[in-house]
């Protein structure tokens, strides 16, 4: 093969358009209305053929179109008012600095292995990557010191389409870097920057690239640069595809490779923020890093590191998490670990429940041990999740298990559509976009007049089936379809019946076929010629998802009835932008996972401000949005040890809505034509849910719950070398090696049986410390209503309990325990570990009880 040069061809501008050029990297773009029609009337046709791809765009626009508009003086006004509106955004503060000038020091970094941001950009695989582009987004509308961290994969992640036999094909189109809105960052000669990382045997480096999202930077690593062997090269070349050794390899990247590229950039993040276990290694680099300033030990080292950290997990089964092989792990880790000062057993312990077994290195274990907190992402999830992290805090009631729960959001301004959010500007005012947060702003729905609500809710389901058609048509074309089978698919689905949307990852938990339970009793509900139905569905099976795959063919087999070739349409590679015509057009969106294994899901919140309404099982964010006016519930939040019962049980339960609640409310209409009943739904679920399940309410949550605390917390232990750090170290040592002969050696409280609500029942305890001091403990009652039959403490409340002498290493408390509520009710004595900077029972999760 020929030696090839290579050169880079950027897009010629004349010098009046020259503003088009960083409109065009700055992904604001991907959610300014204003923006996105500047580059349309640039020229439509491209705008479509290039995906929604600006920078593409200006590199095929013809100098003959550019003349012409240079000379249009209503195209350049139009750039003109963008241009400000964009130099406006940048220059000002924004919330956090509003709110919180006291944190003029917070420094966050959000690693994520993808990064949903727009069409153009296919960093995605699915809802992880969405969030964290939304998360983003709203950083950036907020004013957050942030920066994003992630990778840059050349295939992305696959495109679908499907065989003649309805069974899914995968194709990994290769990414032109330099036709994307994103650009390599160089050093001060202009080469591009570089991280290096020890592999085994060899040095790998990966190329920085930087995505400006607004106001925030994200930088993005790539290994298929020359420096690297082939197959290094290869290490970013997909996402989520190759062996587990692969895997191991991305991750490294993504963590180490990602902390040290902030450090080459000179960004010294305060908050690092893990969003799931993929980027864990972070931690040991941060920890290393640490080492290396302040000159101290690795469990020094790693308390510092750890108080700026956060893991978020999105996962609601163990098996979700990414495990490596102990072999895999020493090959790439054993002289890391030794860098660190730990054995290689010690290393592996990091990884694992019991540090003493020898089973699999687990990433949200690791993650877990070098962050300071770690949250779910709903309600429901981060009890899902005390319940499989418990063993880590044994011993610890349910409810203490430190894991709380920050609950998804979307970036509502990148999922509006253009109609509808002309009618909210018109009605609540621009507060509505920059405090999508605001319920007094979302009360304001009910100014909107119910017939103006209903046109603009019926122009974008005329405009979801008029681009269902196309893409559909489009496909059948791609697989070799007649003529009369383009013919069918051109007329599919009618742009007056109600329309039902489920789009999602295929995965056999999600349930797309519940629906075909019953399809004779399914195929009556949507061929009624009184009040059709019609649904459209979309999404991938994972490559090697055999199941989910056959759950994709069994819906296009019986979409091929020819009673039902108008009334359900699968839309083929769900994307970005599949997902914003179906969230700004259906009617209803159906939601049907085996509860509790939604952690979160987003895509229902999508259409809230659009005026869709919801049809879920209880489980995610549902579990917390749901009450009777805003949308329907199938079934009651239970769960189920069978299955197929819970599917009768359920689908049943879907049926029944479809046919006595929602069909009848959306054709019931008054005289003028308008489903008033439909309409006050769509309003109550606009008001309520709207300003709750955003990520501006989020990315703030997060700020004010975790980052801001973390960072002062990180300052504070590593300022004066550490010494604090090292002062928790010593006290964590001390629990460690005498917490084992800490015992309760009597318990006495006058003899009570029946007592009234209210009563104050006092009670003292002797405690031997063995080697450590009262000023190392609490030694606490814990009590409250009894479990019958178990005779557990269920819901019990803690009261402190206070040293009246001690005796050598044996010592007397004393407290009140208030008799709060009927029924039986017990206590016990509890010791757990105290010091004022420690963060606890995360820290230290060591407890002895009675």
């Known amino acids: 093969m020929p030696k090839i040069y290579s050169y880079h061809v950027s897009p010629a501008l004349p010098e009046r358009l020259a503003n088009l050029d960083e409109l065009s990297l700055n992904l604001r773009w991907s959610w300014d209305h204003p923006t996105i029609e500047l580059f349309r009337n640039l ?117 679908q389409y499907l065989n003649p036999d309805g069974w899914q094909q995968e194709t990994y189109p290769i990414n032109d870097f330099y036709t994307l809105p994103l650009a390599p960052v160089t050093d001060v000669n202009g080469h591009p920057l570089t991280v290096d990382i020890e592999f085994p045997g060899r040095r790998l480096f990966a190329q920085i690239w930087k995505v400006q999202v607004g ?57 690092c923020h893990m969003n799931e276990g993929h980027s864990a290694f972070l931690g040991l680099e941060r920890t290393r890093s640490v080492m290396d300033e302040l000159g101290i030990t690795y469990h020094e080292a790693r308390q510092i590191a750890a108080a700026g950290n956060l893991f978020t997990t999105h996962t609601p089964v163990p098996a979700g998490f990414d495990r490596f092989d102990p072999g895999l792990v020493e090959k790439y880790f054993r002289d890391y670990a030794a860098r660190l000062g730990l054995s290689f057993d010690v290393f592996l312990g990091i990884g694992r429940m019991n540090r003493e077994d020898r089973g699999e290195f687990n990433m949200a274990y690791l993650a877990s041990r070098l962050s300071s907190a770690a949250n779910g992402v709903s309600r429901l999830h981060s009890h899902v999740t005390r319940k499989m992290a418990q063993t880590f805090w044994s011993g610890y009631p349910l409810r203490e298990v430190p894991i709380g729960h920050v609950t998804n959001g979307i970036h509502a301004h990148s999922w509006i559509s253009m109609e509808m959010n002309s009618l909210l500007d018109r009605y609540l005012g621009p507060r509505w976009a920059d405090e999508p947060a605001d319920g007094k702003v979302w009360s304001r729905v009910d100014r909107i007049p119910d017939q103006e609500l209903w046109r603009v809710h019926e122009i974008r389901r005329e405009r979801l089936v008029h ?230 309410r989020m990315v703030a949550e997060y700020a004010e719950r975790f980052y801001i605390p973390a960072s002062s917390r990180h300052e504070r232990l590593a300022a004066n070398h550490g010494a604090l750090a090292r002062e928790l170290v010593a006290w964590r040592r ?101 010091h004022p900077e420690a963060l606890l029972p995360y820290e230290v999760p060591f407890i002895t009880w009675a």
């Open 43 to 159: 020229d439509r046709d491209l705008w479509e053929e290039t995906g929604h791809n600006p920078r593409l765009m200006l590199g095929r626009t013809s100098q003959r179109r550019f003349a012409e508009l240079a000379g249009d003086e209503a195209f350049l006004a139009q750039m003109d008012r963008v241009w400000e509106s964009l130099d406006g955004y940048m220059n000002s503060a924004g919330w956090f600095a509003r709110a919180h000038p006291e944190a003029f020091g917070l420094r966050a970094a959000y690693f994520s292995a993808e990064f949903g941001l727009t069409d153009c950009i296919p960093n995605y695989a699915g809802g992880l990557g969405i969030l964290a582009g939304d998360h983003l987004k709203s950083a950036s509308d907020l004013g957050l010191p942030l920066v994003g961290v992630g990778l840059l994969y050349q295939g992305g992640y696959f495109r």
């Open 215 to 271: 106001r925030i930077p994200l930088y993005l690593l790539d290994t298929n640069i020359t420096q690297n062997t082939a197959e290094d090269r290869k290490i970013t070349g997909a996402l989520y595809g190759g062996d587990r050794e692969l895997r191991i390899q991305q991750e490294i990247v993504l963590g180490i490779g990602g902390f040290r590229a902030l450090k080459v950039l000179g960004i010294r993040p305060t908050v």
């Open 467 to 696: 681009y269902a058609r196309n893409r559909l048509a489009t496909f059948v074309r791609n697989r070799g379809g007649t003529g009369a089978d383009v013919t069918v698919a051109q007329s599919a689905l009618s742009p007056g019946a109600l329309t039902l949307g489920f789009a999602r990852r295929f995965a056999t938990y999600k349930r797309a076929t519940l629906l075909l339970q019953d399809r004779d009793r399914l195929k009556r509900i949507l061929t009624d010629k009184k009040r059709p139905v019609q649904i459209l569905l979309a999404g991938k099976a994972h490559p090697h998802d055999t199941q989910g795959k056959d759950l994709i063919r069994q819906i296009i087999h019986f979409a091929r009835d020819p009673e039902l070739r108008r009334h359900i349409v699968f839309l083929e590679d769900y994307d970005i932008s599949v997902a914003r015509y179906l969230v700004q057009g259906v009617d209803v969106w159906v939601n049907t996972p085996r509860r509790p294994n939604e952690a979160s899901g987003t895509s229902g919140m999508k259409l809230l401000a659009n005026g869709g309404l919801n049809l879920s099982v209880l489980d995610g964010w549902w579990d917390e949005g749901y009450s009777p006016e805003v949308g329907w519930a199938i079934g009651n939040g239970e769960e189920y040890s069978d299955e197929h019962y819970q599917d009768q049980v359920e689908s049943e339960s879907l049926y029944h809505l479809l046919e006595n609640d929602i069909v009848p409310l959306f054709y019931e209409r008054d005289e003028g034509g308008l489903p008033r009943g439909w309409i006050a739904k769509m309003k109550a679920s606009m008001k309520k849910l709207s300003p709750v399940f955003n990520t501006n």
């Open 734 to 834: 001390r629990i460690v090696e005498s917490g084992r002969q800490i015992r309760v050696t009597a318990v006495n409280t006058p003899p009570i049986q029946n007592v009234s609500v209210g009563y104050q029942m006092k009670v003292e305890a002797r405690v031997f410390l063995g080697g450590l001091t009262p000023g190392d403990v609490l030694v606490q009652v814990y009590a409250g209503r009894q479990e019958p039959a178990s005779g557990e403490i269920v819901d019990g409340r803690v009261f402190d309990m206070d040293l009246q002498e001690s005796d050598g290493a044996e010592h007397t408390y004393q407290t009140t325990v208030a008799c709060y509520e009927s029924g039986s009710c017990g206590f016990s004595v509890r010791v757990v570990p105290h």
